[in-house]
Antibody, heavy 120, light 111 residues
Framework: QVQLVQSGAEVKKPGASVKVSCKAS????????MHWVRQAPGQGLEWMGW????????NYAQKFQGRVTMTRDTSISTAYMELSRLRSDDTAVYYC?????????????WGQGTLVTVSS | QSVLTQPPSVSGAPGQRVTISCTGS?????????VHWYQQLPGTAPKLLIY???NRPSGVPDRFSGSKSGTSASLAITGLQAEDEADYYC???????????FGGGTKLTVL
């Protein structure tokens, strides 16, 4: 069965960077784009972007361009999302998500979420 | 402000039918892009409820149904149950933004 297992909670200071990992299992990692979605406390879902694990190609939401980097390590079926120059409003739960089809946006599979807290 | 507009809250008594609307524009829903719906229980990751406008993943009760028309979509829940109390989000693709977009979410309260 498809599983996405994310790294643990992080506490960072403003201006720092955070790197969240998402280890995939139960399917061919390179066959499906990996998306990242975040949710600030008490707020809605926000799409951040995707990475094509096969080619390494990425597509970032305009809001995060210049601050987010999505990478992958195909040898261990793991995707990464790094967000730099953190601000307090980056405090959120960050999810990796995989669609039902290769390049779709219908996320049938989600990681458990990683809480990133930005605080001085 | 979210690109897709949902009502902040809806409510209904057990057994009743409720609908949640999702209004977009000509660059997303109106352009023909699929709408997907998610249910999120407190403290958990979202769960795909409806994909491709009206399709249910296996395991999702047929009490949940989706539809789309023009620049809007709707999620209908019939035979409301206490366990349906959750937040619901619509999602689509936006060609102007060249990425995914979500609605702001709707909190369903079962009275």
């Amino acid at each position: 069965q498809v599983q996405l297992v994310q790294s643990g909670a992080e506490v960072k200071k403003p201006g720092a960077s955070v790197k969240v990992s998402c280890k995939a299992s139960g399917y061919t990692f390179t066959g499906y784009y990996m998306h990242w979605v975040r949710q600030a406390p008490g707020q809605g879902l926000e799409w951040m972007g995707w990475i094509n694990p096969n080619s390494g190609g990425t597509n970032y939401a305009q809001k995060f361009q210049g601050r987010v980097t999505m990478t992958r390590d195909t040898s261990i079926s793991t995707a990464y999302m790094e967000l730099s120059r953190l601000r307090s409003d980056d405090t959120a739960v960050y999810y990796c998500a995989r669609a039902r089809n290769r390049d779709g946006y219908n996320y049938g599979y989600w990681g458990q979420g990683t809480l990133v807290t930005v605080s001085s | 402000q979210s690109v897709l507009t949902q009502p902040p809250s809806v409510s209904g008594a057990p057994g009743q039918r409720v609908t949640i609307s999702c209004t977009g524009s000509s660059s997303n829903i109106g352009a023909g892009y699929d709408v997907h719906w998610y249910q999120q229980l407190p403290g958990t990751a979202p769960k795909l409820l409806i994909y491709g406008n009206s399709n249910r993943p296996s395991g999702v009760p047929d009490r949940f149904s989706g539809s789309k028309s023009g620049t809007s979509a709707s999620l209908a829940i019939t035979g409301l149950q206490a366990e349906d109390e959750a937040d619901y989000y619509c999602q689509s693709y936006d060609s102007s933004l060249r990425g995914g977009v979500f609605g702001g979410g709707t909190k369903l309260t079962v009275l």
